[in-house]
């Protein structure tokens, strides 16, 4: 009995991984599709968004059960939590990658961005993309330093996203206030797509040493 307990435990988690994994190839897609005004691409992101909401659904569910039924403690309790608010970032995850794909779809043919800013929209898709590989990682390995070090990343991103406005607010800006609100908006959601990637490491963390970390970007997430 335990012992399938325990494998559900390990199921919960990889559920977890699969979903980190399913949000970085929504933003991967969704940020070529802005950068290269890819309809097909877009539309796929687009599409395939439910899968990530399913799996969110799915891992509450389990967790829930397993409170209900198991009554977990410790290091068990705290992983069966720490799924259900992570599952919460991850499907968020996913949402604001889908929104970065919306707004490639709404400009269609056109290009969203002007050429000014696609460099750093490129960045930040790499970023988010690579953070949350990295906390797919993280939920398999439990390994707190690289937990951690997720912010570093983060970091990057929040300047990159404050940068931005330095941009559109240049008295050189040449390309419009429709470009100049369409920027604002991709850049938060790529910012918070690496705040809510930095909330599950710091879930992680909790699992593994009891302590939730106290991070630099204590925001709302």
Do not use: C
């Not at 397993?66 to 970032?89: C, F, G, K, N």
């Not at 390309?175 to 705040?195: N, P």
Request: net charge negative.
């Amino acid at each position: 009995m335990r012992e399938a307990y325990h494998v559900e435990l390990e199921d919960l988690a990889a559920n977890l991984a699969d979903m980190s994994l399913q949000a970085a190839a929504a933003m991967r897609k969704a940020t070529k599709a802005l950068l290269e005004a890819d309809l097909s691409l877009a539309e796929q992101v687009i599409g395939d968004d439910q899968k990530i909401d399913d799996a969110r659904a799915e891992s509450e569910e389990k967790a829930y059960a397993l409170l209900a039924l198991q009554a977990p403690v410790a290091t068990d309790l705290r992983t069966v939590l720490a799924v259900i608010h992570a599952a919460e970032s991850l499907e968020r995850m996913g949402d604001l990658a889908l929104h970065v794909a919306k707004a490639a779809r709404r400009r269609h043919p056109q290009a969203t961005l002007p050429e000014p800013v696609r460099e750093y929209f490129a960045e930040m898709g790499e970023l988010d993309v690579r953070l949350a590989e990295k906390v797919a990682d993280v939920i398999k390995s439990r390994d707190v330093e690289t937990a951690r070090a997720l912010e570093e990343e983060d970091d990057r991103v929040d300047e990159i996203h404050r940068h931005l406005f330095t941009v559109i607010m240049d008295k050189e800006w040449q390309h419009g206030v429709a470009a100049a609100v369409d920027i604002t908006l991709l850049g938060r959601f790529y910012e918070r797509f690496a705040d809510h990637a930095v909330s599950v490491g710091k879930r992680m963390v909790f699992v593994a040493t009891g302590k939730m970390p106290g991070y630099a970007h204590d925001e709302e997430l």
